[in-house]
């Protein structure tokens, strides 16, 4: 059983989808679909740059969501679509689009909002993020409680069992990082981000973000999605909003998202669009997993390759 894996904010880099764009048409009509419904010409930006430019978040997530829709696109295009899909934060978007739940031009204009309000939420450098290595969940929730005094640090991702990303107010986050360092932990790196996404400082956007949500049109996924704020799996249509709106100011559970995705029959994890981040992941989550990374045409040969159109979908499922 196939399931597809969305990367989020971070894994962008000029010039990606560019190769799938040349070679598949589908590929090609995501890029155009996206440029009509935000009114700018998001493929040029994406190709040819400026980096500062695509790394502004209400840039960066329209286009990670692009690209990774256009790959799937690409794949559907060769048989190969999900029995299963989640997606790492932003990434969760693609995977409610891939599964049919939400339509492509309205998914592009939420998230363009969505990077809008999370921005505007926290004004530049009162927030950061940082990843603390080496240290399990509970280590990490403790210095978090300790380094708070009164400020804002949270769990924002738990990438793996000894990968968990922190947010909140600048001072707080540094004031983690050093007693994470006391404590044991291996390593720690402060996120190039331009806010403290996944915490309490969120909930602005959040409500920003309901306004946007309440007019697009939900309908019940073809196939499961497993979502970020408890590994839950979304089913209906009456689950898409709620858990959209939650995950803006909450964790990001990757960890328990890949088990749950293997607890409902996931054998062979696809990571489809930019990166290779998420099949980093996969090995560090479950022992012995091995993920397959889509992001250009050799990708997608070396998936077929391996998988072929094993759990393909009915052609309803298609994009």
Not at 52 to 76: D, F, G, M
Not at 131 to 136: F, N, P, Q, S, T
Not at 185 to 202: E, I, Y
Not at 309 to 319: R, V
């Amino acid at each position: 059983m196939i399931a597809f894996l969305f990367p989020g904010q971070g894994s962008q880099a000029v010039g990606m989808g560019k190769r799938l764009y040349e070679a598949s048409p589908g590929a090609k009509a995501v890029f155009e679909e996206a440029n009509a419904a935000l009114g700018f010409d998001l493929a040029r930006l994406v190709f040819d740059g400026p980096e500062a430019e695509l790394a502004l978040t209400a840039n960066t997530q329209p286009a990670v969501l692009t690209a990774s829709v256009a790959a799937a696109t690409a794949c559907a295009e060769r048989g190969l679509r999900p029995a299963l899909t989640a997606g790492h934060s932003l990434g969760e978007y693609a995977a409610l689009v891939v599964a049919g739940a939400l339509r492509f031009s309205d998914a592009v204009r939420l998230v363009r909002k969505r990077g809008e309000f999370m921005q505007d939420a926290v004004p530049v450098g009162t927030g950061a993020m940082a990843a603390i290595m080496g240290l399990e969940l509970g280590a990490v929730e403790e210095v978090c409680a300790e380094a708070a005094r009164g400020e804002v640090v949270e769990i924002a991702n738990v990438n793996s069992t000894l990968q968990i990303v922190i947010g909140g107010h600048r001072a707080a986050v540094e004031r983690a990082v050093a007693l994470a360092a006391r404590r044991g932990g291996k390593m720690s790196v402060t996120l190039p981000v331009s806010a403290p996404f996944h915490c309490s400082l969120m909930a602005p956007a959040g409500a920003r973000l309901a306004r946007e949500l309440d007019e697009a049109a939900v309908v019940d996924p073809v196939v499961p999605v497993v979502r970020n704020v408890d590994a839950g799996v979304t089913r209906t249509a009456a689950e898409v909003r709620p858990f959209l709106l939650r995950q803006v100011a909450s964790p990001v559970r990757w960890t328990d998202c890949v088990r749950r995705l293997a607890a409902e029959g996931a054998t062979a994890f696809v990571e489809v669009g930019p990166g290779r981040v998420l099949t980093g992941l996969l090995r560090r989550i479950i022992t012995g997993a091995e993920g397959m990374s889509i992001e250009d045409p050799e990708g997608l040969e070396r998936a077929l390759a391996v998988v072929g159109g094993a759990g393909a979908l009915p052609s309803e499922a298609s994009l």
